[in-house]
């Protein structure tokens, strides 16, 4: 493997934030904590002990350590040490197929693996990199929103031409959580149970479920008689769940169900000393570029990896995104397109370049690389070699966020806002309960009063004008220099939902990019809560606009109605205004044909309200300062397949949309 970088006009902030981690003995220092941790206990451990302490692990009120987090490195190392571990875990994969066989007499045909975020875009990253190929069918679940798994349970009865009584007994039902609170798992279980409970049969030979003793996931499978599998192989709870790939059996098992050799896979993310060097001189370099005000980060992947595009958003957003003074954020989707940035000498160019290549292959980026480079744009190119597994550049991945926790002092293990967001809703839904649904809560009803006519019949609580006077007046004050939509709503399964993230990546094209030269990200809620908006509650500067369709589906034969999931969405609205955060709900009468036309109209008009860019600049934006934490002492001693997303579309009639019997 091999770093090159070019164009570093902050070279030298570069080089002597890199010196830090030599001349602090940052590795040497990581790996003795981790080793006491493990062999002593946590007790012995306390944050004014080492500056590394506070960063990766979580401490309670009282200062104490109450976790361990530094799984995302120590799994790796002692992987080395524990070459067993690839055929001890295909044969608990084995045992758990085998345990379908006896209690149905038929093999695994389909898994559905219910998490969220970093419990789950490893899955979505490798089914869509075609690393499942030959094995089970394999389904994200990842929202309750009652559309998404009624649409998994119509694909695999179109699939099987079998009715879904029949194809029970063939699933596997995998519940993740590496939350205590992380209640969205257990909605989604809940419903399953339910279906093999209505055609009466067993589950229990067909659902296992991975998180820790004593949570909500944990309290309600364990009574049912599922069986819990320990996330990590070494049976520690030290990784959190955007941490839980390459090496836990979060990430393993789903390998070896599709078959996939694990020994490589393990092997490979057994990084060199140079290649964490080289992780480390990376983090050091966007650190450098940070300060400077150039914190986005566009990603170019190759062909073979670009499915990892989304985990890796989530892995540095969920992790870095804390701090209101510093932030970095990842832009995945784009093929270059310089019409949509400031030149590199324009104080207002925002953005630094990563480019991963896989050697041998041509990377789809390669002549955009090329103008970055003449273009004088800061730029970063990591070369893997021919033969490097996914998960070599995964734990690169990891090492470049645990560099820039040490060089922000931040702690890149925890998420506080993800927190906030959940404990919101669960007092919403709790609520709903006791005055007979979603509707009838104090949220919507502040959501919905006085909020006037649908435009055009459809789009409710916003006009165009109104979005538009909004959008321009935050970037003028100097308030946002990103933007994102979040749909409510399953964007992978449904064909109503890929039409409407189809638009709203559009909208994101006309309004942010083209007329603002601002990244913007389309998101679909609830599963991206616990990822990115880490980032726009902790760091801010963001213009969100999140959207809701009012025609709730329902999965009836399950039972399966979208309280929780309306409640997620009223909570997402209410963390981001409490935090101070721009915020604009919209709602949608429906995802019909006719409804889709209109939204896609409605983010038209709201593009043409726009003066032309050249009349719209912001000044530019002040020198950015960096307060490192103040809570420890410094040492003394010797951060699916992404879909496309350049623009090139950003004019012309609505498309058409067919109507339910087209389809």
Known sequence: MSLTILNDSTRANTDAAFSRFESENTLERVRAIDLRARTEGLAVLSPTQDPLIPISMEINAEGQVTKNSLGVLDLAWQAAEHPEWAEQITAEVEEVRQRIQDAHGTKLRFIIWAGMGGSMEDKTAYN?????????????????????????????????GKPIAELLPATLVVGMAMGMTSYEPVVNLEKLASLYDKFGIDSTANFIYMTLPGSILDNFAGPRGYRRIPLQPDNDNTTAGRHSAPLTRGTLYPLALANQPLKPWIEGAQLTDAEVKDALKLAAFLHANGLAGRDKVTLLLPKSWVAAALWTKQDVEESLGKSESIGIKIVIGERVAPRHYHRSEDPKQDRVFLAIQHKGEPHPDADGIGKLRVGKYPIAIVTFSSKAPLSRYMQFIH????????????????????????????????????VDGIRNTEAWKALTTNAGKRWKGVVGLETPETLAA???GAFEHRKINYGEFTFFGDTRYSEEGQQLRAILDEAANRIFKSTFHMVADVYEGPAMNHSFHEMII?????????????????????????DYHTAQFLATCQALRKKGRIVHPVLVKDLSPESMEI????????????????????????????????????????????????????????????SRGQH
């Open 538 to 562: 902790g760091h801010g500067k963001c213009f969100s606009i999140v959207l809701l369709s009012e025609k709730q589906a329902r999965f009836a034969v399950a039972g399966y109605e979208s």
């Open 470 to 472: 909004a959008i321009k």
């Open 599 to 658: 939204v896609e109209a409605f983010f038209a008009e709201t593009a043409r309200e726009f003066k032309a860019p050249a009349q719209t600049q912001a000044p530019p934006p002040p020198p950015r300062t960096f307060r490192p934490r103040t809570d420890g002492p410094r040492y003394d001693g010797p951060r699916s397949r992404a879909p496309r997303n350049d623009g090139r579309r950003s004019d012309g009639p609505p498309r058409r949309y067919p």
């Open 399 to 434: 090492y470049v966020v645990f560099g820039l926790g040490v060089l922000r002092e931040m702690n890149f293990v925890t998420q506080p806002a993800v927190e906030l967001y959940k404990a919101i809703t669960s007092e919403i839904y709790k609520e709903a309960a006791t």
């Open 128 to 160: 869509a990199a075609g690393l499942f190929r030959g094995g089970p069918r394999f389904y994200s679940l990842d929202s309750t929103d009652p559309q998404k798994l009624k649409s998994i349970v119509d694909d695999m009865q179109k699939r099987a």
